[in-house]
């Protein structure tokens, strides 16, 4: 750790009131359906997914809110922040079965086009429902459109509508406007990334199968483009492995009970 990191990590300690606490790195998952129906590597049954919750946090992995991970409210460990995209029906049911049993929040990222849209996607009544619970929510585009430098290229107008649009309709579900942004399959060039962040929001995060932690205590970090990683399940044994190793790299002082 440099000197001034070092020092702006006692500094935001003392903040907290949490001593000499330095704000560890976070490893942003990213999600998108848990449909149990085995035909998409990116789809978890509820039971697949809990236990793999269940493996990290008997590895000692604390899990953190975004918005925590973003405040520095971490350990000074790895911490796992849980992200999930698009507004699949199944996270619904996910978040009653899977993660509110466990206390856990995952933050949601959904693109309007997709609500009220079908019935694989979730309605806005239900979208509504979990911000009371306490869920939170970002944009994920209008349309899920690609956001790339080809998109940008050769349609700039339809990457405008992605960053620009999304916040009206959320706004009226969410009754907050959101501040954090996922870019649709995960790539923005630096164009975009700035387009993002003028619209207003704060974050914007990118995605792909890389094991990326991520410190937000780094005054570095780009606020356009923040690593997150997709759990595929051709990657989550690559995944497990880089927990078990940092595990064994950390041990806990008190093992986790
Ligand atoms: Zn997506």
Known sequence: MGVKKGLLSLFLGSIWGLGTVVAGPVLILDYHTFLGTKTSTLDYSDKVMGEQLDRMAALGFQFVTLPDAIAGKTGPRLSIVLTIDDGNHSIYQAMHKVFEPRHLKPFLFIYPHAI???RFTITSARVHELEKEGFLFGAHGYYHLPMTEHAWRTDPEQVRHEALWPAEPLTKILGYRPTMFAYPYGFAPLAVQKLVLSAGYQWAFAADDKIVPVDFSDPHLAHGYVPRTIVYH????????????YAAEHPLKHPAT
């Not at 051709?234 to 880089?242: A, C, D, G, S």
């Open 116 to 118: 009220d849209r079908s």
């Open 234 to 245: 051709w990657n989550l044994p690559i995944l497990m492995r880089y927990l078990e190793h």
